[in-house]
């Protein structure tokens, strides 16, 4: 049976992860933080095939001690995050630390403490969720689309180190997507102000990064409306259109 290890399972893109790859047989090293949130997760998933560990993937210290515990997976999904949001000067260092080390610097710490071990078995893949935001300019929030822009360089970056290998790096790029990250992040205002249009479902990000990964692809944008959308990127018009639809209190 191949292993996962899914990070952020307990809601949204990760427990949609979950169900996909249990559907697919896999056995699951699932972490997450609150214990009643992985609790109810793991009652939603009703499967033997899951472990569930509880950590606090934006300390260091509870990163280097959960590797420990983990056999090299087949398959890593780094998907935990938060929003982190606010104009210049307006986060804590140690918000802005936590969140960094969160969606970036723990997942090059896992990343580069099971990729060699991958290397040793030549197979594996890895799935790294960023955003949208890695290509587009996010007005107050520029801290998550900094720490998103980096770990996706780094993604792919990984994967054309890993051409000729049976290893592949896929960073997903998704754009709004209905989860739990809006309201615990004071986002609340865009859950009822972003058109319908604008959602991609979390199965749907999962279905099409997998797709991806198993092709080996460096990068995906879940949803063919954002695809299209992101050719345009570097013009005014469109980020203006982005701006006021994005706009944040
Ligand atoms: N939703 C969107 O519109 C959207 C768009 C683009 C990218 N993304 C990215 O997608 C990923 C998943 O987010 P989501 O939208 O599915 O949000 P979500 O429903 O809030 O899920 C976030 C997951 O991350 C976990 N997590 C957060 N902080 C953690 C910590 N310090 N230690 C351990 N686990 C932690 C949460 O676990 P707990 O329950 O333990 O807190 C939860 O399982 C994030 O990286 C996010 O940036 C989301």
């Known amino acids: 049976m191949k292993k996962a290890l899914i990070t952020g399972f307990s809601s949204g893109i990760g427990l949609a992860y979950a169900k996909h790859l249990i559907k697919n047989d896999w056995h699951l090293d699932l972490v997450s933080q609150d214990i009643e949130r992985s609790e109810l997760a793991l009652e939603a998933l009703n499967s033997s095939n899951c472990s569930a560990y509880s950590c606090d993937l934006s300390s260091p210290e509870d990163l280097d001690s959960l590797m420990l515990k983990i056999s090299t997976p087949d398959l890593i999904i780094a998907n935990a995050g938060i929003g982190i949001n606010g104009s ?38 890895v799935v790294i969720i960023s955003s949208i935001g890695a290509l587009i300019p996010m007005p107050k929030s520029s801290i998550y689309a900094a720490v998103k822009s980096g770990i996706y360089a780094y993604g792919r970056s990984l994967n054309e180190e890993l051409e000729n290998t049976n290893i592949s790096v896929t960073v997903s790029l998704p754009g709004y997507v209905r989860t739990n990250i809006h309201q615990r992040s004071g986002l609340e205002h865009l859950v009822r102000k972003i ?45 203006i259109i982005w701006k006021t639809l994005n706009a944040r209190k």
Do not use: C, Q
């Open 195 to 239: 058109p319908n249009w604008m959602w991609v479902s979390a199965d749907k990000v999962v279905t099409e990064t997998e797709k991806a990964s198993i092709k080996g692809k460096s990068h995906i944008i879940p949803g063919f409306l954002y695809r299209i959308t992101s050719i345009f990127f570097n013009l005014k018009i469109t980020k």
């Open 88 to 125: 210049v000067g307006k986060n804590s260092s140690k918000d802005i630390k936590d969140a960094t080390y969160l969606m970036f610097g723990g997942v090059i710490n896992l990343i580069e403490y099971f990729l060699p071990k991958m290397k040793e078995k030549d197979a594996g893949r």
